[in-house]
C-alpha cells in the first residue's frame, strides 16, 4: 500500500514522537539516604553503610549515575533529618524552625554544610527545574517522605510565624525538587521493636558494637557521630564511645516525641502518616525484605538461617509480639514476618491512618501512588544495603538506577 507524502511523513512524525516518549529518560541525580544508626562514608574507618567493604555510590558512579550519599542524624526524628538532608544536598545551616524548635525544646539551627548538589532547585539551559531521587533505607525512607511533603506543602505554622527572610526555604512549600522516593525495608507502619525504649536502646548499644565488629574497629576507637547538636549532645575530643554512648542513652531526649524511638513506633508512624501524605507529581517506589519463616503450631516467625547473627534476637522478639490497648496500633499475628528489625507488613507503603494508595508495580509506574515492587524473601535488613552478606549488590543497585533514570523527566 502507498501513501500520500504528507500521510508517511505524517506518520514518520508521530512514530518518531512515540519513539521518543517510549524512551524519555531524565538524567536527575541519586541521593542515598541512611537510616537509624547509620553513618556516613568517613565515619566508620572505610566501612560503608552504603555497601559495607564494597561501595555502592562509587558503583553506581562508574555506571553514569550521578550518585551522592547523603547524612543525617542517625538517631533525629525524620522531621528533623528532612531539615538535616535538605542543607546537607542543598547546602548552608541546617534550619529546625522556629516553632519546631520551640515545642521541642532544642536549638533552632545545626551544622553548616558545603552542599552535595547545590544546583538542586535551579533551571537547567533548558528551563526544566533540577531535581533528584531518593533512595532511603529504613528510616531513611520515612525522612525521604518527610522531606517530600516540605518541599511541596510547606510548613504554615512556620511561615506564620518566621519572617520570610529569615525562614529556611525549606518551609515555603512549592518546590517540586524530587522525581522519585524509593524506599527498601522501611518502616512506614513503625517497627515492633520500637513499642518500647526499654527495648530499642540495648538493641542501639549492641548493634553498633557489632557493626564495629564486622568493620573490625575497637568499640573505644569507633568515630561514630549521633550528630544530636541540636540537643547539645556533641562528643568532645578524647571521649570514648562508650562513655559518649552511655551519655546519649541517659539523656531525656527519648522522652520527647521528637525523636527516632517515637517516629519509628507504630504510634508515631500512624501520626506521620497523617502529616506527610505522597505528593501528586512524585514517583513512590517500594522493596520489602523478609529473614523468617513461622514455626509450628504458634505460628511465630523465627529466623532464616542466613539472618545476620546481630538482629536473631530481635527478629525472635518481632516474630512473636501482640498489643491490643486502648489507644494504641493493634499488633497482631500479621506484624510477625520481619527481616530482623522491621516488620514486612510496614515496608509496601504507609497504611495507617494514611490516605496514600498501595498498588503491585506492573508495567508503567504511576505518580503519586505507591508502586510495590514486593518482598525480596530471605533478605534481611541490612542485606538490602550489602552490609553482613554475601550477595553482590552491585547489578540489583543497577539495575533500580536504571529504572528510575528511565522515568519521564
Not at 507524502?5 to 512515540?18: E, N, Q
Request: glycine share 10%; charged share 20%.
Amino acid at each position: 500500500m502507498r501513501f500520500p507524502v504528507l500521510s508517511r511523513l505524517s506518520l514518520w512524525l508521530l512514530l518518531s514522537a512515540a519513539t521518543a516518549l517510549t524512551h524519555a529518560g531524565n538524567d536527575y541525580p541519586l541521593v542515598l539516604v541512611h537510616g537509624f544508626m547509620g553513618w556516613g562514608r568517613d565515619e566508620l574507618l572505610g566501612f560503608n553503610y552504603w555497601g559495607g567493604f564494597d561501595d555502592l555510590q562509587e558503583i553506581l558512579q562508574r555506571a553514569g549515575h550521578p550518585t551522592y550519599t547523603g547524612v543525617v542524624g542517625p538517631f533525629a526524628s525524620n522531621w528533623d533529618r528532612a531539615c538535616e538532608l535538605y542543607a546537607f544536598i542543598k547546602g548552608g545551616t541546617v534550619d529546625y524552625g522556629q516553632v519546631h524548635a520551640a515545642a521541642h525544646g532544642h536549638a533552632r539551627h545545626g551544622r553548616t554544610f558545603p552542599g552535595l548538589y547545590p544546583a538542586w532547585g535551579t533551571a537547567d539551559e533548558r528551563g526544566r527545574i533540577r531535581k533528584i531521587h531518593l533512595i532511603g533505607h529504613s528510616q531513611g525512607g520515612q525522612t525521604a517522605r518527610v522531606l517530600v511533603a516540605l518541599l511541596e506543602q510547606g510548613a504554615p505554622e512556620e511561615r506564620a510565624a518566621t519572617p520570610e527572610d529569615e525562614r529556611a526555604p525549606l518551609f515555603h512549600g512549592g518546590h517540586s525538587w524530587v522525581h522519585s522516593v524509593t524506599t527498601l525495608a522501611s518502616p512506614h507502619d513503625g517497627t515492633s521493636l520500637a513499642t518500647g525504649i526499654d527495648r530499642l536502646l540495648p538493641f542501639v548499644r549492641d548493634a553498633l558494637l557489632g557493626f564495629a565488629a564486622l568493620a573490625g574497629i575497637q568499640p573505644d576507637e569507633l568515630p561514630y557521630d549521633f550528630k544530636l547538636d541540636q540537643w547539645g549532645l556533641r562528643r568532645p575530643p578524647g571521649e570514648s564511645f562508650r562513655a559518649y554512648l552511655g551519655r546519649i542513652e541517659q539523656s531525656p531526649i527519648w522522652r520527647s516525641r521528637d525523636i527516632s524511638a517515637w517516629d519509628l513506633s507504630p504510634d508515631g508512624a500512624r501520626e506521620l502518616n497523617r502529616r506527610f501524605p505522597a505528593q501528586p507529581a512524585v514517583y513512590y517506589f517500594s522493596w520489602s525484605t523478609s529473614a523468617t519463616v513461622p514455626i509450628w503450631p504458634s505460628q511465630h516467625q523465627i529466623p532464616r538461617p542466613t539472618l545476620l547473627p546481630q538482629l536473631w534476637a530481635s527478629a525472635l522478639f518481632i516474630g512473636a509480639y501482640t498489643r491490643d490497648e486502648p489507644g494504641h496500633v493493634v499488633i497482631d499475628a500479621r506484624w510477625w514476618e520481619n527481616d530482623g528489625l522491621v516488620n514486612t507488613r510496614s515496608m509496601a507503603g504507609p497504611t495507617l491512618d494514611s490516605s496514600d494508595r498501595i498498588v503491585p508495580a506492573h508495567g508503567q509506574p504511576q505518580p503519586g501512588i505507591w508502586n510495590d515492587r514486593g518482598v525480596l524473601t530471605g533478605w534481611d535488613h541490612m542485606d538490602i544495603v550489602g552490609i553482613g552478606t554475601l550477595r553482590d549488590l552491585s547489578g540489583w543497585y543497577l539495575r533500580l538506577a536504571r529504572s528510575l533514570a528511565d522515568l519521564p523527566p
